[in-house]
């Protein structure tokens, strides 16, 4: 069974412009969210899908966005980048909201 | 404020040496406790404890909670250098704002 898969790896950003990154989840999976990684502050929840529904969002600026489709893939956009944003993106799938949740490799994102 | 505290934060020991890390929760309307490995990038599941299943293990790895203490702890026997890594707790609330996680802690395991 395939895990958590996330697009791009890497990717290297200016200040200023914007990005998507991608998350397909677990199939099956109909819950994803999003988190934030940086050595300052740990793990930080972006926000929550499930059905295609933001059921929630963290504590996070509105330059951070996301969406969910039918087929349960997600999508999360931050524009405006700034040099703070530079960190590890973090996707998790679970069949649904509150149960085991699994993690995909992660897109390292730096803004330069 | 909910928070999840992880001791300790970086813990050194020998090949075969039993570890015992530990986490504490002070969240409203709790619903489960996580625990992840990770280690370069992608924290990895280990074990999910809820109230109708407080104690997990899995080979080498074993888990407890402690709903009236609000806290659990991992256990790591027969440790290996495979296993040095940053072992991350995380707390589901009722309401569906994501996973509260703690700072992790980080184990080394020398040969």
């Known amino acids: 069974k395939a895990g958590v898969t996330q697009t791009p790896r890497y990717l290297i950003k200016t200040r200023g412009q914007q990005v998507t990154l991608s998350c397909s989840p677990i199939?099956?999976?109909?819950?994803v969210s999003w988190y934030q990684q940086t050595p300052g502050q740990g793990l930080q929840f972006l926000f929550e899908?499930?059905?295609?529904?933001?059921?929630n969002k963290g504590n996070f600026p509105g330059r951070f966005s996301g969406r969910q489709f039918s087929n349960s893939r997600s999508e999360m956009n931050v524009s405006t980048l700034e040099l703070g944003d530079s960190a590890l993106y973090l996707c998790?799938?679970?069949?649904?909201?509150?149960?085991?949740?699994?993690f995909g490799q992660g897109t390292r994102l730096t803004v330069v | 404020e909910d928070k999840v505290v992880q001791s300790p934060l970086s813990l050194v020991v020998h090949e075969g040496d039993t570890v015992t890390l530990n986490c504490s929760y002070e969240?409203?309307?709790?619903?489960?406790l996580l625990w992840y490995k990770q280690e370069k990038k992608a924290p990895t599941f280990l074990f999910m404890l809820?109230?109708?299943?407080i104690e997990k293990k899995s080979g080498r790895l074993s888990s407890i909670l402690d709903k009236k203490e609000l806290s659990s702890i991992l256990n790591i026997t027969a440790t290996q250098t495979g296993d040095s890594a940053i072992y991350l707790c995380?707390?589901?609330?009722?309401?569906?704002?994501?996973?509260?996680f703690g700072k992790g802690t980080h184990l080394i395991i020398q040969p």
């Open positions: 809820t109230s109708s299943g």
């Open positions: 899908y499930f059905s295609e529904t933001q059921r």
């Open positions: 995380a707390v589901w609330r009722e309401a569906s704002d994501g996973l509260t």
């Open positions: 969240v409203t309307n709790f619903r489960s």
């Open positions: 998790a799938s679970s069949v649904t909201v509150n149960t085991e949740a699994f």
């Open positions: 199939s099956g999976h109909r819950s």
